[in-house]
């Protein structure tokens, strides 16, 4: 064994005993671990579901390289921001309006150890001026920066395919954080969405672009770059090439991926993602909610049985309410999530409950195809059609009329923006992907309205699955038995409202 073999040998044992997660990685978790530990500079591609976010948290976890600063889609951010607080001892930080000021401060005296942004608030945060004129195009060396981006030891990238122009300003602001930065992190289940240059940009950020030669030389080894005016008509045909060598260079140098079916063995059947996103219409919210605690407060107080009785029936109303002012609220951020999910290139199955929601999504996604209680069964038998064929990449399935009965193993991805009252009819929701036929381990997402009544509803339908199974019918109504409810309303009153 030679001398570089014995050490890398070396360094992967020193890694693995090193990780010291509060959760235990799968094996090939592990491996991701240790190759960016090896890497610094390096590109996660897993298909989602796979646990890209876990990986990167250790890399930097065991590296100790805080403070980190994460970039995500709007509809990660608390989800980033749970996950390093479930897997490590470290705080992480949502940068929004209230710490606009204050979040240097925060990181510096070592109250917070990530921070978290979304794409859109890069510059709000980082960016003190640009040195070009009002609405022209600028390069990095026009931006300057405020220098607390001085502040981080790493940066994390998720869904990196969204900075993969090289001249969009998410991609350039990206570009002048990370300079100088030791430990740059990018997740992307499709970090090459179209063609080979798409990596142009990610390598750039990485700082690997040198070693395929810079940006002209990587055109001209694997093509498919965008055709100048001058050069249209002689280079039509810059086909992409050399991919085989291209990947073995990303894999021997900066990119490590694995799929479902490769490491199903390691997976569970199923696996539950909660995802925490903010509502659109905080005020109305509060509200109902003000008001249905103050009239849970006297139905407490309330020594009448007929009464009580006729009050319940009053409150059910109001968690009615409040329930679909939770889910309509979520509505702009599910539709950041299934963007974010379905430029992965893997087909997603959405459920919701209410026709406005689904409307609102469709709209968003004209191509999607819908199974709901409003469509004949030969629409609902087309969108299904459709679905498993490929042609359609989502459907949005209402949880009446698709809870049950309904195949759509196509997909090995389920979302919920709402979700049922009962443990047996989430599990039947799921249940039409996970089912005979497929062949790769389950993801659900759950989308919980943070500081909602989402949060009281999620603890009864997992934590209390027992009691809602022995009390609760099949239907996807509210429950009305006085233990059940009672049950409900002091979650409600006296809970976390994020657990």
Not at 205 to 213: D, Q, S, T, V, Y
Not at 284 to 299: H, I, P, S
């Amino acid at each position: 064994m030679d001398t570089s073999t014995n050490i890398e040998l070396t360094s992967k044992l020193q890694h693995k005993a090193m990780i010291n997660l509060k959760v235990e990685p799968y094996e090939y978790q592990k491996e991701g671990i240790e190759a960016g530990l090896r890497w610094k500079r390096f590109l996660i591609g897993d298909e989602p579901g796979l646990g890209k976010t876990l990986q990167s948290i250790g890399v930097v976890d065991t590296a100790n390289a805080y403070p980190c600063l994460v970039i995500c889609p709007s509809s990660l951010k608390i989800n980033w921001q749970r996950e390093f607080e479930k897997f490590t001892d470290k705080k992480a930080l949502v940068l929004d309006n209230s710490v606009l000021t204050t979040w240097p401060y925060l990181l510096r005296m070592g109250m917070h150890h990530v921070a978290v942004v979304n794409y859109e608030s890069l510059r709000k945060y980082f960016v003190w001026d640009i040195h070009a004129r009002k609405g022209q195009s600028f390069r990095l060396k026009d931006v300057v920066f405020c220098p607390e981006i001085n502040l981080f030891k790493s940066v994390i990238i998720d869904e990196s395919h969204r900075v993969k122009d090289p001249t969009a300003q998410q991609t350039i602001f990206a570009r002048g954080i990370v300079e100088g930065k030791q430990w740059r992190i990018l997740l992307s289940g499709t970090p090459v969405v179209n063609r080979p240059a798409d990596l142009i940009a990610q390598l750039s950020i990485m700082g690997r672009l040198a070693e395929f030669g810079g940006r002209s030389k990587f055109l001209a080894d694997y093509g498919g770059g965008e055709i100048s005016k001058e050069r249209r008509g002689k280079d039509e045909d810059d086909e992409p090439r050399n991919l085989e060598r291209l990947s073995e260079e990303l894999y021997s140098r900066c990119m490590i991926r694995r799929e479902k079916a490769k490491v199903l063995t390691q997976l569970p059947d199923k696996t539950r993602t909660d995802l925490y996103v903010d509502i659109s219409n905080r005020d109305e919210y509060e509200l109902a909610a003000e008001d249905l605690a103050e009239y849970l407060r006297k139905y407490t107080e309330c020594d009448d049985i007929d009464i009580r009785r006729k009050m319940r029936m009053e409150a059910l109303v109001k968690f009615m309410t409040l329930r679909s002012l939770s889910s309509k609220g979520k509505v702009r951020q599910a539709v950041d999530f299934v963007k974010t999910f379905l430029a992965n290139g893997k087909p997603l199955i959405l459920f919701c409950s209410l026709h406005e929601i689904v409307d609102e999504i469709k709209k968003a996604f004209p191509k999607a195809v819908s199974v709901t209680g409003r469509d004949s069964m030969m629409m609902k038998q087309a969108a299904v059609d459709a679905f498993q064929s490929g042609k359609a990449q989502l459907i949005v399935c209402s949880i009446k009329a698709a809870g049950v009965g309904l195949t759509l193993t196509a997909s090995s991805n389920v979302a919920f923006v709402e979700f049922p009252w009962t443990y047996a009819d989430c599990c039947q929701c799921e249940d039409r992907a996970h089912r005979i036929g497929q062949k790769d381990n389950v993801t659900c997402y759950y989308l919980i309205g943070r500081h909602t009544i989402d949060r009281t509803l999620y603890d009864i339908i997992h934590k209390k699955k027992s009691i809602a199974n022995q009390i609760m019918g099949t239907d996807d109504d509210i429950p009305t038995d006085e233990m059940y409810f009672n049950q409900l309303a002091n979650l409600f009153l006296n809970s976390d409202p994020d657990g």
